[in-house]
């Protein structure tokens, strides 16, 4: 049963620093995302990871896969106040039919002037 | 283009009342996902459709619970009778499937916040 792990799970930190979310998952998989949740809203898109060593970046966000490992960073460069939310990173079910995510339980991410 | 729709947006009702949750998926998506969403139980895959045709219900907790999609463009939710541990965000998601595996990510509507009294 492949499991998908996050950590942290709350993350504080302030303006201007730099820091690195962790997404580790238990079985084979390529394929991997990363999603952004603002307060009572939707789920959105940020990064679609497809293979092994595959590197994305969207303004301070980066996001890697490294397969081997089992395991995904999003490192996030300069916070700022609107980066303020929680982040989820979604496994493809390797035995699964396609799109058949698993999500971990999220990052909370808290950043303070 | 129009994203995923849900409608209600917010439920309100008293337990056992029966609770109908609506989506209209991005067009020409063949993939249909429900979820829920609480803080205990983060989000969780209830069941998904491809093509229309149930593929996993692994995830519907209970008898209670049922999903349809009658058509291309419409699934729906049901519970009945409905308890107050049902309160929660539930999300419908869609997907285009492609020869590129996986590389469509799934897109979320706005979800439906479900509270039972």
């Known amino acids: 049963e492949l499991k998908v792990e996050q950590n942290p799970l709350f993350l504080s930190m302030q303006e201007g620093k730099n820091y690195t979310i962790y997404c580790n998952y238990s079985?084979?998989?390529?394929?991997l995302y990363w999603y952004r949740q603002d307060p009572g809203k939707s789920l959105e898109s940020l990064f679609v990871?497809?293979?092994?060593?595959a590197v994305k970046q969207e303004g301070r966000l980066m996001a890697s896969l490294d397969t081997k490992a089992r395991l995904s960073t999003l490192h996030i460069t300069a916070a700022v106040h609107d980066l303020s939310a929680t982040y989820f990173c979604?496994?493809?079910?390797?035995?699964?039919?396609?799109?058949?995510?698993?999500f971990g339980k999220g990052t909370k991410l808290s950043v303070k002037p | 283009d129009a994203g995923v729709i849900q409608s209600p947006r917010h439920e309100v009702t008293e337990m056992g009342q029966e609770v109908t949750l609506r989506c209209k998926p991005i067009?020409?998506?063949?993939?249909l996902f429900w979820y829920r969403q609480t803080m205990m139980r983060g989000l969780e895959l209830l069941i998904y459709?491809?093509?229309?045709?149930?593929?996993?219900d692994s995830g519907m907790p209970e008898d209670r619970f049922s999903a349809k999609m009658p058509n291309a463009s419409f699934s729906t939710l049901k519970i009945q009778p409905s308890e107050p541990r049902d309160s929660a965000v539930y999300f419908c998601?869609?997907?285009?499937?492609?020869?590129?595996?996986?590389?469509?990510?799934?897109?979320f509507g706005d979800g439906t916040r479900l509270s039972i009294l």
């Open positions: 998601a869609s997907s285009r499937a492609s020869r590129w595996r996986g590389n469509q990510p799934q897109h």
């Open positions: 079985t084979t998989s390529d394929r």
């Open positions: 990871l497809l293979s092994n060593g």
């Open positions: 979604a496994v493809e079910n390797y035995g699964g039919s396609q799109g058949n995510l698993i």
């Open positions: 067009s020409g998506h063949d993939y």
């Open positions: 459709f491809n093509n229309n045709v149930p593929i996993d």
